[in-house]
């Protein structure tokens, strides 16, 4: 890729002005970062999804500030043009205004990205609105939002009856009132996720698994590489199965170490004979 210039939020409203999708992958390191970075992906999301994809946890809520600003400080070093979005873990901005407002503050701060992102409908516009007069830009998610997974049943569809489809598109209303640049659906279906796509004013809708009428899409790194073990979501297209060439690398490695045959010659540095004998000699005084 050649060189380009820092993204800006002023050009990601420019690639929605002409039509052109933005793409838009999650990232919690330096080299997956710097391979982002190269390959031209506009948005870069370090989720709090690295707690299950990183550290292992079976949901996001383990996840703390510190954590969220280790990664996304490695992944800016990584990607110094892409847009990067910080994720704001649980309970860094639900109890108050004032402590989503300190908290996107700390992750902007402490890490250089560009944004911060939390989950939830009307009830956190305040915060929103607190963070936007802040003078940080925020991002919104709706539909599925993994840190309140077991009020929603689960990790499931959301929106599949009028009622509950009513409701999202009437919380992306109240958070792009609130000052939201940009809004994630996730498992929205598509014609909501339309819908909500199509009253948008000043607002991007970005797409993860809630069809193409979005802006953009957004996909889970380790989803669309075959890197997560425990299982595949529908949602998610493997572009290449990297899960299935580093375990046969892997496999290779353990083969060649049991039989002898690595390291070979050009995988160690010799010494010179001399340099040796003077080595024994020393040695033996």
């Known amino acids: 890729m050649s060189a380009r210039k820092k993204l800006t939020i002023n050009d990601l409203f420019a690639k929605v002005a002409a039509?052109?999708?933005?793409?838009?992958?999650?990232?919690y390191d330096y080299p997956t970062a710097y391979l982002q970075e190269q390959a031209g992906v506009d948005m870069i999301l370090v989720g709090d999804s690295l707690g299950m994809t990183m550290l292992g946890y079976d949901s996001t809520l383990p996840v703390t500030m510190d954590d969220m600003v280790r990664h996304t400080a490695a992944v800016r070093r990584g990607a110094p043009t892409a847009w990067v979005i910080g994720d704001m873990p649980y309970m860094s901005y639900q109890p108050s205004v004032e402590t989503a407002i300190?908290?996107?503050?700390?992750?902007?701060?402490?890490t250089?990205?560009?944004?911060?992102?939390?989950?939830?409908?009307?009830?956190?516009?305040?915060?929103?609105?607190?963070?936007?007069?802040?003078?940080?830009?925020?991002?919104?998610?709706?539909?599925?939002?993994?840190?309140?997974?077991?009020?929603?049943?689960?990790?499931?569809?959301?929106?599949k009856g009028a009622a509950q489809a009513k409701?999202?598109?009437?919380?992306?209303?109240?958070?792009?009132?609130?000052?939201a640049y940009c809004i994630l659906?996730?498992?929205?279906?598509?014609?909501?996720c339309q819908l909500i796509t199509e009253r948008?004013?000043?607002?991007?809708?970005?797409?993860?698994?809630?069809?193409?009428?979005?802006?953009?899409?957004?996909?889970?790194?380790?989803?669309?590489?075959?890197?997560y073990p425990r299982f595949k979501p529908?949602?998610?297209?493997?572009?290449?199965?990297?899960?299935?060439?580093?375990?046969?690398g892997l496999d290779q490695y353990v083969a060649?170490?049991?039989?002898k045959t690595f390291p070979a010659p050009e995988n160690y540095f010799g010494m010179p004979d001399a340099q040796y004998d003077e080595l024994i000699r020393l040695l033996a005084e």
């Open 234 to 248: 529908r949602m998610a297209k493997v572009f290449a199965d990297a899960g299935q060439v580093i375990r046969q």
């Open 185 to 192: 659906l996730e498992l929205v279906p598509d014609r909501v």
């Open 102 to 110: 300190r908290s996107a503050g700390r992750l902007m701060a402490e």
């Open 112 to 159: 250089g990205c560009d944004s911060v992102k939390l989950e939830g409908g009307a009830e956190m516009a305040d915060r929103i609105a607190g963070i936007v007069s802040a003078g940080i830009p925020v991002m919104g998610h709706l539909g599925l939002t993994p840190q309140s997974a077991s009020a929603l049943g689960g990790f499931r569809l959301q929106g």
């Open 19 to 27: 039509g052109q999708p933005i793409t838009w992958l999650t990232c």
């Open 256 to 259: 060649e170490v049991t039989a």
């Open 167 to 179: 409701k999202i598109v009437d919380d992306a209303k109240a958070l792009e009132e609130a000052g």
């Open 200 to 227: 948008a004013q000043h607002c991007i809708i970005m797409s993860l698994g809630s069809g193409p009428h979005a802006h953009g899409q957004l996909l889970i790194y380790h989803d669309a590489f075959g890197l």
